[in-house]
C-alpha cells in the first residue's frame, strides 16, 4: 500500500461545500443518493451553530506551501458524535460517516481518519468507538476487521423516519 500522510484537522465552516460534495459522493457508492437531503446551509446550522450536533474530521493530502494551496486536496472525512454506553458508564464515540474519495482509496487515509477518531476517543475518556457498515461492503468490512474491529452480529439497528416517526410522535 502506498501511504499518504495526510493532515487530519477539525472541519471549519470552509469545509462544507466539499463535506457536502463528499457526503454526495459517499450516498452515491452507497446507492442511497435518493436519501439525500443535507444542504450547505443546513450543514452550516446543524455542524457550526450555536449547538452542533456533530463534528467532523477533514484529511487533506498534499503540500501546504504559501501559493501552494491548490495542490492540497481534500481526500476524506469522519463524521462523528458522542453516544453513551450505559453499561459502561461512559461516552462513547459513533462514527456516522466515513468517506475517502476514489483516488485516494489504498493510500492510508482511512486509517488516518480512523487512527486520529480512536485518539480522540481515548483523549476525551470514551468507551468506545463504533459504526455501521451495510452488509453488502465487503471493502470496508475486510478493511474494519484488518483494523480489529468486530461485527455486532447480534444486533440489529431499527429506525423510525417520515410518516412512521410523526405517527409515534402523535401516541
Known amino acids: ?23 454526495r459522493a459517499l450516498a452515491e457508492y452507497e446507492k442511497l443518493a435518493h436519501a439525500v437531503r ?6 452550516r446550522r446543524t455542524l457550526f451553530g450555536s449547538h452542533p450536533a456533530a463534528e467532523v474530521l477533514m484529511a487533506y493530502a498534499g503540500a501546504e506551501a504559501p501559493g501552494a494551496k491548490a495542490a492540497r486536496q481534500a481526500a476524506g472525512f469522519a463524521l462523528f458524535f458522542h453516544n453513551y454506553s450505559t ?20 493510500h492510508g487515509v482511512g486509517r488516518q481518519l480512523l487512527s486520529r477518531l480512536a485518539a480522540i476517543a481515548l483523549e476525551r475518556d470514551c468507551g468506545r468507538l463504533e459504526w455501521s457498515v451495510l452488509d453488502w461492503n465487503a471493502p470496508a468490512i475486510g478493511f474494519y476487521r484488518k483494523l480489529g474491529a468486530v461485527p455486532m452480529d447480534d444486533w440489529t439497528i431499527f429506525r423510525v423516519t417520515g410518516d412512521a416517526l410523526s405517527r409515534l410522535a402523535a401516541r
Open 1 to 23: 500500500m502506498d501511504m499518504t500522510t495526510c493532515t487530519i484537522q477539525p472541519a471549519t465552516e470552509r469545509d462544507v461545500p466539499t463535506i457536502l460534495h463528499m457526503i
Open 87 to 106: 453499561f459502561l458508564g461512559q461516552r462513547g464515540i459513533y462514527l456516522e460517516d466515513l468517506f475517502v474519495a476514489p483516488e485516494w482509496r489504498g
Open 38 to 43: 443535507a444542504t450547505e446551509d443546513r450543514l
